[in-house]
Protein backbone atom coordinates (compact mmCIF):
# COMPACT_ATOMS: atom_id res chain seq x y z
CA UNK A 1 0.00 0.00 0.00
CA UNK A 2 2.91 1.97 1.14
CA UNK A 3 4.59 2.17 -2.44
CA UNK A 4 1.59 2.26 -4.07
CA UNK A 5 0.56 5.28 -2.26
CA UNK A 6 4.29 7.09 -3.17
CA UNK A 7 4.05 5.69 -6.87
CA UNK A 8 0.96 7.30 -7.50
CA UNK A 9 1.99 10.36 -5.42
CA UNK A 10 5.47 10.38 -8.14
CA UNK A 11 2.90 9.95 -10.99
CA UNK A 12 0.60 13.16 -10.05
CA UNK A 13 3.61 15.02 -9.47
CA UNK A 14 5.30 14.11 -12.15
CA UNK A 15 1.90 14.91 -14.23
CA UNK A 16 2.04 18.29 -12.46
CA UNK A 17 5.80 19.19 -13.75
CA UNK A 18 4.98 17.76 -17.40
CA UNK A 19 1.71 20.30 -17.19
CA UNK A 20 3.89 23.39 -15.89
CA UNK A 21 6.47 23.11 -18.50
CA UNK A 22 4.35 22.80 -20.77
CA UNK A 23 2.70 25.86 -20.22
CA UNK A 24 5.75 27.59 -19.59
CA UNK A 25 6.71 26.50 -23.39
CA UNK A 26 3.46 27.80 -24.57
CA UNK A 27 3.10 31.06 -22.91
CA UNK A 28 6.91 31.59 -24.40
CA UNK A 29 5.70 30.43 -28.05
CA UNK A 30 3.11 32.56 -27.90
CA UNK A 31 5.03 36.00 -26.66
CA UNK A 32 6.96 35.39 -29.51
CA UNK A 33 4.13 34.61 -31.47
CA UNK A 34 2.62 38.06 -30.55
CA UNK A 35 5.79 40.15 -30.89
CA UNK A 36 6.36 42.76 -34.08
CA UNK A 37 8.47 40.92 -36.86
CA UNK A 38 10.77 43.04 -39.26
CA UNK A 39 12.52 41.08 -41.92
CA UNK A 40 15.89 42.59 -43.63
CA UNK A 41 16.69 41.88 -47.24
CA UNK A 42 20.10 40.18 -45.92
CA UNK A 43 18.59 38.12 -44.24
CA UNK A 44 17.70 38.97 -40.68
CA UNK A 45 14.70 39.14 -38.10
CA UNK A 46 14.27 41.00 -35.61
CA UNK A 47 11.42 40.84 -32.80
CA UNK A 48 10.28 43.83 -30.36
CA UNK A 49 7.57 46.38 -31.11
CA UNK A 50 7.40 48.97 -33.46
CA UNK A 51 7.53 52.40 -32.51
CA UNK A 52 7.07 54.68 -35.59
CA UNK A 53 8.28 55.23 -38.76
CA UNK A 54 8.96 58.77 -40.25
CA UNK A 55 10.95 60.32 -42.77
CA UNK A 56 13.26 56.56 -44.25
CA UNK A 57 13.47 55.48 -41.04
CA UNK A 58 11.39 53.13 -39.10
CA UNK A 59 11.87 53.18 -35.04
CA UNK A 60 11.78 49.52 -33.50
CA UNK A 61 12.22 48.50 -29.67
CA UNK A 62 13.64 44.98 -29.04
CA UNK A 63 13.98 43.75 -25.17
CA UNK A 64 17.55 43.68 -26.08
CA UNK A 65 18.83 47.01 -27.85
CA UNK A 66 16.07 49.12 -26.69
CA UNK A 67 14.92 51.26 -29.67
CA UNK A 68 16.89 51.24 -32.79
CA UNK A 69 16.14 52.86 -36.05
CA UNK A 70 16.14 50.85 -39.37
CA UNK A 71 16.56 52.17 -43.08
CA UNK A 72 12.76 51.63 -44.18
CA UNK A 73 14.84 50.81 -47.59
CA UNK A 74 16.28 47.94 -45.76
CA UNK A 75 13.28 46.08 -44.83
CA UNK A 76 11.58 43.29 -46.90
CA UNK A 77 9.03 42.22 -44.83
CA UNK A 78 6.89 43.83 -41.80
CA UNK A 79 4.30 42.53 -39.36
CA UNK A 80 2.64 43.49 -36.31
CA UNK A 81 0.48 42.04 -33.58
CA UNK A 82 -1.69 44.95 -32.41
CA UNK A 83 -2.73 47.50 -34.92
CA UNK A 84 -0.98 50.44 -36.02
CA UNK A 85 -1.85 53.96 -37.86
CA UNK A 86 -0.53 53.84 -41.62
CA UNK A 87 -0.39 57.30 -43.26
CA UNK A 88 0.25 56.72 -47.04
CA UNK A 89 2.05 58.69 -49.50
CA UNK A 90 -1.35 60.41 -50.21
CA UNK A 91 -2.14 61.43 -46.97
CA UNK A 92 -4.64 58.59 -46.89
CA UNK A 93 -4.95 56.63 -43.57
CA UNK A 94 -5.18 53.05 -42.67
CA UNK A 95 -5.22 51.67 -38.50
CA UNK A 96 -5.16 47.79 -38.34
CA UNK A 97 -2.46 44.89 -37.36
CA UNK A 98 -0.06 44.55 -40.58
CA UNK A 99 1.11 40.93 -42.21
CA UNK A 100 3.44 40.53 -45.08
CA UNK A 101 1.58 38.15 -48.21
CA UNK A 102 4.85 38.72 -50.22
CA UNK A 103 7.91 40.69 -49.73
CA UNK A 104 8.03 44.60 -50.33
CA UNK A 105 4.05 44.42 -49.85
CA UNK A 106 1.93 45.08 -46.68
CA UNK A 107 -1.57 43.97 -45.90
CA UNK A 108 -3.42 46.32 -43.22
CA UNK A 109 -6.09 44.92 -41.94
CA UNK A 110 -8.54 48.15 -41.45
CA UNK A 111 -11.47 47.86 -39.41
CA UNK A 112 -12.95 50.29 -41.72
CA UNK A 113 -11.86 49.62 -45.16
CA UNK A 114 -11.40 45.76 -44.53
CA UNK A 115 -8.21 44.14 -45.60
CA UNK A 116 -5.71 46.34 -48.03
CA UNK A 117 -2.12 45.57 -49.89
CA UNK A 118 0.44 48.30 -50.14
CA UNK A 119 3.61 48.26 -51.38
CA UNK A 120 6.06 49.52 -48.93
CA UNK A 121 7.20 52.38 -51.21
CA UNK A 122 3.29 53.60 -50.19
CA UNK A 123 4.13 54.16 -46.26
CA UNK A 124 4.86 57.63 -45.46
CA UNK A 125 4.45 57.59 -42.11
CA UNK A 126 3.49 54.48 -39.00
CA UNK A 127 2.20 56.05 -35.65
CA UNK A 128 2.51 59.68 -36.97
CA UNK A 129 1.53 62.29 -34.41
CA UNK A 130 -2.35 62.07 -33.31
CA UNK A 131 -3.40 66.23 -34.66
CA UNK A 132 -6.42 65.18 -33.50
CA UNK A 133 -6.20 68.26 -30.79
CA UNK A 134 -5.09 70.48 -32.87
CA UNK A 135 -7.15 73.92 -32.17
CA UNK A 136 -5.61 77.02 -34.62
CA UNK A 137 -6.13 80.49 -35.44
CA UNK A 138 -4.88 83.14 -37.20
CA UNK A 139 -4.62 86.37 -39.57
CA UNK A 140 -2.80 87.79 -42.31
CA UNK A 141 -3.11 91.67 -43.11
CA UNK A 142 -1.99 93.72 -45.55
CA UNK A 143 -1.68 97.88 -46.28
CA UNK A 144 -0.49 99.59 -49.27
CA UNK A 145 -0.41 102.96 -50.26
CA UNK A 146 0.13 105.05 -53.47
CA UNK A 147 1.10 108.45 -54.33
CA UNK A 148 1.66 110.41 -58.03
CA UNK A 149 2.42 113.85 -58.61
CA UNK A 150 4.68 115.84 -57.06
CA UNK A 151 5.76 113.03 -55.23
CA UNK A 152 5.42 109.31 -56.32
CA UNK A 153 5.66 107.32 -53.58
CA UNK A 154 4.75 103.33 -53.05
CA UNK A 155 4.46 101.45 -49.39
CA UNK A 156 3.79 98.06 -48.84
CA UNK A 157 2.79 96.34 -45.63
CA UNK A 158 2.10 93.08 -44.33
CA UNK A 159 1.71 91.36 -40.95
CA UNK A 160 0.10 87.36 -40.35
CA UNK A 161 0.18 85.32 -37.33
CA UNK A 162 -0.54 81.83 -37.13
CA UNK A 163 -1.05 80.53 -33.29
CA UNK A 164 -1.23 76.13 -33.51
CA UNK A 165 -2.14 75.01 -30.06
CA UNK A 166 -2.53 71.02 -28.90
CA UNK A 167 -3.34 70.05 -25.64
CA UNK A 168 0.25 70.27 -24.32
CA UNK A 169 2.31 72.38 -26.74
CA UNK A 170 1.51 75.66 -28.28
CA UNK A 171 3.63 77.12 -31.88
CA UNK A 172 3.38 80.54 -32.66
CA UNK A 173 4.82 82.20 -35.97
CA UNK A 174 4.05 85.82 -36.46
CA UNK A 175 5.83 88.06 -39.31
CA UNK A 176 5.54 91.64 -40.12
CA UNK A 177 7.07 93.79 -42.96
CA UNK A 178 7.79 96.79 -44.27
CA UNK A 179 8.85 98.47 -47.70
CA UNK A 180 8.91 101.78 -49.05
CA UNK A 181 9.68 103.45 -52.25
CA UNK A 182 9.65 107.45 -52.86
CA UNK A 183 10.93 109.07 -55.98
CA UNK A 184 12.37 105.19 -57.10
CA UNK A 185 14.47 105.54 -54.50
CA UNK A 186 13.98 102.57 -51.63
CA UNK A 187 13.38 104.54 -48.60
CA UNK A 188 11.96 101.80 -45.81
CA UNK A 189 12.83 98.33 -45.09
CA UNK A 190 12.00 95.76 -42.34
CA UNK A 191 10.77 92.44 -41.47
CA UNK A 192 10.16 91.21 -37.98
CA UNK A 193 10.13 87.49 -37.84
CA UNK A 194 8.87 85.55 -34.28
CA UNK A 195 8.53 81.72 -33.97
CA UNK A 196 7.49 80.46 -30.48
CA UNK A 197 7.22 76.58 -29.08
CA UNK A 198 5.20 76.70 -25.91
CA UNK A 199 5.27 73.10 -23.57
CA UNK A 200 2.58 73.35 -21.30
CA UNK A 201 3.53 71.62 -17.97
CA UNK A 202 0.40 72.12 -16.45
CA UNK A 203 -2.86 74.22 -17.34
CA UNK A 204 -0.91 77.74 -17.10
CA UNK A 205 2.33 77.02 -16.96
CA UNK A 206 4.64 76.51 -20.09
CA UNK A 207 7.94 76.31 -20.86
CA UNK A 208 8.70 78.67 -24.21
CA UNK A 209 11.59 78.51 -26.73
CA UNK A 210 11.97 80.80 -29.14
CA UNK A 211 13.82 82.16 -32.14
CA UNK A 212 13.50 85.45 -33.87
CA UNK A 213 15.25 87.31 -37.01
CA UNK A 214 14.69 91.47 -37.27
CA UNK A 215 16.11 93.24 -40.27
CA UNK A 216 16.20 97.20 -40.65
CA UNK A 217 18.04 98.43 -43.41
CA UNK A 218 17.92 101.92 -42.59
CA UNK A 219 18.24 101.11 -39.21
CA UNK A 220 22.05 100.04 -40.12
CA UNK A 221 20.81 96.67 -39.05
CA UNK A 222 21.08 93.48 -41.52
CA UNK A 223 20.14 91.40 -39.28
CA UNK A 224 18.88 90.39 -35.73
CA UNK A 225 19.09 86.97 -34.49
CA UNK A 226 17.36 86.15 -30.84
CA UNK A 227 17.27 82.52 -29.02
CA UNK A 228 14.89 82.31 -25.92
CA UNK A 229 13.81 80.32 -23.41
CA UNK A 230 12.45 80.43 -20.15
CA UNK A 231 9.13 79.90 -17.89
CA UNK A 232 5.52 81.22 -19.23
CA UNK A 233 2.19 81.62 -17.47
CA UNK A 234 -1.26 81.66 -18.89
CA UNK A 235 -2.94 84.04 -16.85
CA UNK A 236 -6.31 83.79 -18.95
CA UNK A 237 -7.18 81.64 -22.06
CA UNK A 238 -10.53 82.09 -23.34
CA UNK A 239 -12.45 82.65 -26.31
CA UNK A 240 -12.80 86.10 -25.15
CA UNK A 241 -10.00 87.18 -23.40
CA UNK A 242 -6.07 85.39 -23.67
CA UNK A 243 -2.98 87.20 -21.55
CA UNK A 244 0.11 85.83 -21.45
CA UNK A 245 3.69 86.80 -19.99
CA UNK A 246 7.00 84.60 -20.04
CA UNK A 247 10.53 85.61 -19.10
CA UNK A 248 13.87 84.17 -19.02
CA UNK A 249 17.05 84.05 -20.58
CA UNK A 250 18.37 84.66 -24.42
CA UNK A 251 21.06 85.43 -26.34
CA UNK A 252 21.55 87.96 -29.32
CA UNK A 253 23.67 88.48 -32.26
CA UNK A 254 23.26 91.51 -34.07
CA UNK A 255 24.81 92.45 -38.04
CA UNK A 256 25.30 95.88 -39.00
CA UNK A 257 25.92 97.42 -42.06
CA UNK A 258 28.08 99.72 -40.71
CA UNK A 259 28.37 99.52 -36.96
CA UNK A 260 30.28 97.05 -34.91
CA UNK A 261 29.08 93.94 -35.08
CA UNK A 262 28.28 92.27 -31.87
CA UNK A 263 26.82 89.12 -29.97
CA UNK A 264 25.55 89.44 -26.02
CA UNK A 265 23.41 87.86 -23.00
CA UNK A 266 20.03 88.92 -22.61
CA UNK A 267 17.44 88.51 -20.22
CA UNK A 268 13.78 88.35 -21.58
CA UNK A 269 9.90 89.94 -21.09
CA UNK A 270 7.18 89.48 -22.88
CA UNK A 271 3.47 89.79 -22.67
CA UNK A 272 0.56 88.81 -24.93
CA UNK A 273 -3.13 90.57 -24.72
CA UNK A 274 -5.87 89.93 -26.50
CA UNK A 275 -9.33 90.81 -25.52
CA UNK A 276 -12.79 91.04 -27.26
CA UNK A 277 -14.88 94.17 -26.31
CA UNK A 278 -18.32 93.32 -27.79
CA UNK A 279 -18.32 90.05 -28.33
CA UNK A 280 -21.30 90.67 -30.66
CA UNK A 281 -19.37 92.89 -33.29
CA UNK A 282 -16.12 90.30 -32.48
CA UNK A 283 -14.59 93.86 -31.82
CA UNK A 284 -10.78 93.26 -30.56
CA UNK A 285 -8.34 94.98 -28.89
CA UNK A 286 -4.66 93.58 -28.81
CA UNK A 287 -1.24 94.54 -26.87
CA UNK A 288 2.08 92.54 -27.51
CA UNK A 289 5.65 93.21 -26.70
CA UNK A 290 8.97 92.08 -25.93
CA UNK A 291 11.75 93.51 -24.14
CA UNK A 292 15.38 92.41 -24.75
CA UNK A 293 17.70 93.48 -21.68
CA UNK A 294 21.31 92.98 -22.42
CA UNK A 295 23.10 91.75 -19.48
CA UNK A 296 26.68 93.45 -20.02
CA UNK A 297 25.57 96.40 -20.62
CA UNK A 298 22.28 97.69 -18.98
CA UNK A 299 22.00 100.42 -21.62
CA UNK A 300 21.81 97.94 -24.57
CA UNK A 301 17.95 97.08 -24.57
CA UNK A 302 15.25 96.36 -27.40
CA UNK A 303 11.75 97.31 -26.71
CA UNK A 304 9.00 95.83 -29.75
CA UNK A 305 5.32 96.61 -29.03
CA UNK A 306 2.37 96.47 -31.51
CA UNK A 307 -0.78 97.81 -30.24
CA UNK A 308 -4.39 98.17 -31.71
CA UNK A 309 -8.11 96.79 -32.59
CA UNK A 310 -8.93 94.40 -35.18
CA UNK A 311 -13.03 95.55 -36.74
CA UNK A 312 -14.62 92.52 -38.03
CA UNK A 313 -15.76 93.63 -42.23
CA UNK A 314 -18.15 90.96 -42.80
CA UNK A 315 -17.63 86.79 -42.56
CA UNK A 316 -13.73 86.37 -41.54
CA UNK A 317 -12.05 89.54 -43.03
CA UNK A 318 -11.68 92.65 -40.92
CA UNK A 319 -9.62 95.91 -40.76
CA UNK A 320 -6.78 96.89 -38.41
CA UNK A 321 -5.75 100.29 -36.59
CA UNK A 322 -2.36 99.68 -35.14
CA UNK A 323 0.39 101.63 -33.77
CA UNK A 324 3.67 99.61 -33.47
CA UNK A 325 6.33 101.49 -31.20
CA UNK A 326 10.23 100.29 -31.25
CA UNK A 327 12.95 101.38 -29.39
CA UNK A 328 16.35 100.34 -29.92
CA UNK A 329 18.29 102.26 -27.40
CA UNK A 330 21.95 100.95 -28.82
CA UNK A 331 21.23 101.36 -32.36
CA UNK A 332 23.54 101.45 -35.49
CA UNK A 333 25.65 104.35 -36.76
CA UNK A 334 23.61 107.31 -37.50
CA UNK A 335 19.85 105.60 -37.04
CA UNK A 336 17.20 106.98 -34.33
CA UNK A 337 16.37 104.84 -31.02
CA UNK A 338 12.76 105.28 -31.21
CA UNK A 339 10.89 104.10 -34.39
CA UNK A 340 6.70 104.71 -34.63
CA UNK A 341 4.42 103.23 -37.34
CA UNK A 342 0.54 103.86 -37.80
CA UNK A 343 -0.97 101.54 -39.33
CA UNK A 344 -4.68 101.12 -41.03
CA UNK A 345 -5.05 97.24 -42.65
CA UNK A 346 -6.98 95.23 -44.23
CA UNK A 347 -6.86 91.58 -43.71
CA UNK A 348 -8.52 88.04 -43.12
CA UNK A 349 -9.08 85.94 -40.03
CA UNK A 350 -9.57 82.75 -39.21
Do not use: C
Amino acid sequence: MNNTGTGGWFGISQVAARTVILGAALLAVSAAAQADEVFLKNGDRLTGTVVSKAEDKLVFETKYAGKVEINWADISRLTTDQAVRIQLDDDKMLEGPLTAPADNKLEVVDTAAGAKEVDLSQVAAINPPDLSGLRYSGFFNIGLKKEEGNTDAETYHIDGEGTFRWPDDRVIVALNADYENTDGVNTKQTFNLFNTYDYFIDEQWFWNNGLSFEHDKYADLRLRTTATTGLGYQIYDTNRTSLSVQAGPGYVVEDFYAGSNSDYAAAIWALRFRHVLLEDWKLEAFHNHRLTQGLENMDDYVFLSQTGVRVPIFDNFQTTLQVNFDRDNAPGAGAKKNDTTYLLTVGYAW
